[in-house]
């Protein structure tokens, strides 16, 4: 009974929401005419809001769990290596996919080595043992409804600091933030080049 409220609740308030606000804050890093892979698609619904006024986009898409229905072509995967050559695409994008990896850090390694230009992520991070409680619950009420692995492997933003530069990736903007009225997690947004020519981005 609580699975389906949870599910009810999420696709009618919590999804439409997100998307909105996801679209506002990652589309000005996507440019028109680049290939694009989404790593944990889902059904597509996300990535299509955020290339929906970005002409010439090639969007492919690879989770764990391919739904029936998607927006877009979405490959399975394994969770731990993307099945495409070195530099396949312009850009990789993770959006709160990488705390649910086995080993986030070498997903975000997998996600470099398939990107010609740029990494764009969007996740979490936690200063103290509450924020990380709190994400820790908040997980849970918007993905064990849908049967998602939770590992709750997050990163404090030096840990990040570490993952990315394991990765040999540079920061071209970085932006922690919460916002209390309505989510008490703190969010943090990364965009990554992976070499100079990303800084055009």
């Known amino acids: 009974m609580l699975k389906p409220a949870l ?3 999420n696709e009618r ?3 439409p929401r997100r998307y909105a606000f996801l679209t ?3 589309s000005p890093f996507l440019q028109s005419g ?4 989404d790593v944990g698609s889902s059904n597509g619904r996300l990535v299509r809001s955020l290339t929906a006024g970005l002409p010439d986009v090639a969007v492919a898409g690879v989770d764990v769990h391919v739904q ?10 394994d969770g731990r290596t993307l099945p495409f050559d070195d530099d396949s695409f312009d850009c990789t994008l993770l959006v709160d996919v990488l705390h649910h990896a086995d080993d986030p850090t070498a997903l975000l390694q ?7 230009r740029h990494v764009l992520i969007k996740d979490h991070y936690y200063v103290t043992r509450l924020d990380w409680q709190v994400l820790k619950w908040a997980d849970r009420g918007g993905n064990a409804p849908h049967d998602i692995v939770l590992p709750f492997h997050y990163f404090t933003l030096p840990e ?12 071209l ?10 989510d008490p997690c703190k969010h943090v947004i990364y965009h990554l080049g992976k070499d100079r020519s990303a800084k055009s981005w």
């Open 34 to 37: 680049q290939t694009l892979l």
């Open 7 to 9: 599910r009810l609740l």
């Open 110 to 116: 997998e996600a470099t080595r398939v990107s010609r």
């Open 173 to 182: 903007f970085e932006k922690p933030f919460t916002n209390y009225a309505f």
């Open 68 to 77: 029936p229905g998607a927006l877009i072509p979405i490959e399975k995967y």
């Open 24 to 26: 506002r804050e990652l």
């Open 13 to 15: 308030v919590m999804f």
């Open 160 to 171: 990040w600091k570490t993952a990315i530069a394991a990765c040999g990736l540079s920061v």
